[in-house]
């Protein structure tokens, strides 16, 4: 079963990804699969899966330095995850991990135009803005479900 969900959660991110292409990649992003960065939360083995995701779906993109530095910030996001207690730092710490580490990819590898600060600013917000709706969606699931919480679990 394990296997299993570990394949399924890190498709569903790759898959995220790719139907949201345009929306998912660059210095101003929408990543709609980094609502699943609230699993860990649940259950720290669905970091695995996410790292695997982003290393996956960044193959395409800009390749080697995103697979690499991509998921070395989920690693990070994860880590953060499975310490919190609260929720609610969740999307402000994806958000400042992405934004340093995804903006200075962009800025010092890719040579995006903009200062770093901006490209990590908008790296953050919209980083910020995909987690917290995650954040409320898992929320708003967990209050209208009570079985939900069984079913993340690994």
């Known amino acids: 079963m394990a296997i299993a969900k570990t394949g399924v959660t890190a498709a569903l991110y790759v898959a995220l990804c790719y139907v949201f292409a345009p929306f998912s990649y660059g210095p101003v992003q929408f990543r709609l699969a980094e609502v699943l960065v609230m699993l860990p939360f649940y259950d720290k083995k669905y970091s695995v899966p996410l790292i695997l995701g982003t290393f996956t779906a960044n193959i395409f993109m800009y390749g080697l330095p995103d697979m690499i ?47 770093f600060w901006f490209i990590a600013a908008t790296v953050a917000a919209g980083e910020f803005a995909v987690v917290l709706a995650g954040v409320l969606i898992f929320s708003g699931l967990e209050k209208s479900n009570r079985k939900f919480i069984g079913f993340l679990k690994y």
């Open 69 to 115: 530095f991509g998921s070395l910030a989920t690693a990070l996001v994860c880590l953060v995850i499975i310490s919190a207690k609260n929720k609610m730092v969740i999307a402000p710490a994806a958000a400042l991990i992405n934004g340093i580490v995804i903006g200075a990819m962009l800025y010092f590898i890719f040579d995006e135009p903009g200062s």
